[in-house]
């Protein structure tokens, strides 16, 4: 195949009969990187055909980083994204797909996470989030007690895990011990969970001078309704 | 509806959408980058015995390079004139 710009600024590409949807894309992809054309590339690479390894050689060209890194994958490009060129949105996915995945090993998730320690936004993001295992709990512990920032992130695992406790449990203690937290995001999600008392619902349909009270209060109601 | 003309040639075919800005358009109206560079793809015909099955498998490449496919939603026709 052979790409040519012709008079009227069509450009022409060449192909053999047969040639793939994916061997276009690879073709007129190398022409344009060959010139580091970012502007032609950008469709590319939110193209459904575009084959991985173009994907891959944009990614080394540090063109279109911003697409790239706006892409699911594949989950080559995340790590080229992540580790070399330390783009932020793909090291938050690698680094929520390997904690939250019980498919992913926790040896690659304690690795990950020690390579982008550094990054406060990466450990904020994973205090909001359940940890696949308790071995990978740990290693995200280990490297949170190391950073500065490491009480205000404990403050917001600690609300994040009573949230979901609070849209789970159905222990009558447990619900009575979060809903005197009077954290907000507690609240809303008591006011959801089928398993809380009618009194608390009742309490929890009247908040006030609360964040989200006004969703909570229809929660609540719509909860207490379904009784 | 964005439309592939399609040129018999002595060599080959060329395919070519025939307003680029009616495909720009269609695309951008359903939330797809469009190409910024005009494209008409060139086959040469090697075979000129190729017969109307392998020219509809190549055709339907081309729409996919194009992202003429169903998944987008875009009608499309490819009018051999």
Not at chain 1, 13 to 18: D, K, L, V
Not at chain 1, 91 to 115: D, H, K
Not at chain 2, 42 to 56: G, I, K, L, T, Y
Request: a negative charge.
């Amino acid at each position: 195949m052979s790409i040519a710009n012709v008079h009227d600024e069509a450009i022409t590409i060449s192909a053999a009969p047969g040639a793939s949807a994916a061997a276009l894309i690879r073709d007129v992809a190398r022409q344009h990187m060959a010139v580091g054309n970012a502007d032609a590339l950008r469709w590319l690479c939110s193209h459904p055909d575009t084959p991985e390894d173009v994907l891959l050689e944009i990614c080394d060209h540090g063109l279109c980083l911003d697409e790239l890194g706006h892409r699911r994958g594949p989950r080559r490009l995340l790590e080229k994204l992540a580790d070399e060129r330390h783009y932020p949105e793909a090291i938050i996915s690698l680094a929520l797909e390997l904690y939250v995945s019980a498919l992913e090993p926790e040896g690659a998730f304690a690795a990950f996470v020690g390579r982008h320690a550094d990054h406060a936004w990466v450990l904020e993001s994973l205090a909001h989030k359940e940890a696949s295992s308790p071995e990978k709990e740990a290693a995200y512990s280990l490297v949170l007690n190391a950073h500065p920032e490491a009480a205000r992130m404990r403050t917001i695992q600690d609300s994040c895990r009573a949230e979901r406790r609070a849209r789970q449990s159905n222990d009558p203690a447990e619900i009575e011990s979060l809903y005197a937290t009077r954290d907000p995001a507690v609240w809303r999600a008591l006011a959801g969970n089928p398993a809380t008392p009618n009194a608390l619902l009742a309490e929890l349909a009247k908040a006030r001078d609360i964040q989200c009270a006004r969703e909570t209060r229809n929660l609540a109601a719509d909860t207490l309704s379904r009784r | 509806m964005v439309t592939i003309r399609k040129c018999r040639e002595r060599m080959g075919l060329m395919y070519e959408i025939e307003d680029f800005e009616i495909y720009r358009r269609a695309l951008l109206e359903r939330g797809i980058e469009p190409p910024r560079n005009r494209y008409r793809v060139w086959v040469a015909q090697c075979d000129p015995d190729a017969n109307d099955q392998s020219e509809s498998a190549w055709e339907e490449q081309i729409q996919r390079f194009f992202e003429l496919t169903p998944a987008s939603d875009v009608p499309c026709r490819i009018v051999d004139p």
